[in-house]
C-alpha cells in the first residue's frame, strides 16, 4: 500500500500541478434541434416500417389463400379425372365383359353389382365434395377444404385401381374360361 502512495506522489510530481479544466459545458442548440429532427425523422421511418410488415402480412395471407384455392381446384381436377377414368373403364369394359359368352347369367349380376358399388361410392364423394365447397354451414380453413380434398383424391385414385384390378380379374376369368373351352372342345386327332 505503502509503495502505492510512493509511486502515485512521484506520478503527480512529475506530471506537475499546471492541470486545468475548460469550465463550465456549453450547450450547442443547434446539435440539439438536429438531434430531435433525426428522432422525430427515424420515428417516421420505424411507423413506415410498421405499416409495410403489415402490407406484407396481409400479402402473405393473401398468397397462402391463393396457394390453398389452386391446391383444391388442381385436387377438384384430379378427382374429375379420376371420375372420368372411372366412368370410361366401367362403360367400355363393363359392356365387355357382360356381353362375352363366357360370363354365366348368374355372375352377371354380381359383376354388375361390384362395378355400381365402386361407382356409386364415386359419386357420393362427388356429393360431399359438392357439399364441402358450396356450404358455408361447414366451418373449415382453406388448408382443411384441402387436405380433405387430397384426401378424397386419394381415394378416388384407390377406386381407380380397385376397378382395373377388378376388369383384369374379370378379363383373367374370360380368357381362362376361353382357353378351357377351345381345349375342351378341340378336335382330337389320334
Do not use: C, W
Amino acid at each position: 500500500m505503502i509503495k502505492k502512495l510512493m509511486l502515485l506522489a512521484l506520478l503527480v510530481v512529475l506530471i506537475g500541478t499546471n492541470v486545468s479544466a475548460q469550465g463550465m459545458p456549453v450547450y450547442d442548440n443547434t446539435n440539439f434541434v438536429s438531434f430531435m429532427k433525426s428522432l422525430v425523422e427515424s420515428g417516421k421511418q420505424t411507423a413506415e416500417l410498421l405499416k409495410q410488415v403489415e402490407f406484407l402480412k396481409e400479402q402473405k395471407e393473401n398468397i397462402e389463400k391463393v396457394n390453398n384455392a389452386i391446391k383444391q381446384l388442381k385436387a377438384v381436377k384430379e378427382l374429375y379425372t379420376n371420375n372420368q377414368k372411372l366412368y370410361t373403364i366401367v362403360q367400355n369394359d363393363l359392356r365387355e365383359i357382360l356381353n362375352s359368352p363366357y360370363i354365366k347369367s348368374n355372375e352377371v349380376s354380381r359383376v354388375s353389382e361390384s362395378f355400381n358399388a365402386i361407382i356409386d361410392n364415386s359419386l357420393d364423394g362427388l356429393n360431399y365434395i359438392e357439399h364441402i365447397l358450396s356450404s358455408g354451414n361447414m366451418k373449415m380453413t382453406d388448408a382443411e377444404r384441402a387436405e380433405v380434398l387430397k384426401d378424397m383424391e386419394l381415394k378416388s385414385k384407390e377406386m381407380v385401381a380397385e376397378i382395373q384390378a377388378k376388369t383384369r380379374r374379370y378379363r383373367e376369368i374370360i380368357d381362362f374360361r376361353e382357353m378351357q373351352d377351345k381345349i375342351n372342345n378341340r378336335e382330337t386327332n389320334y
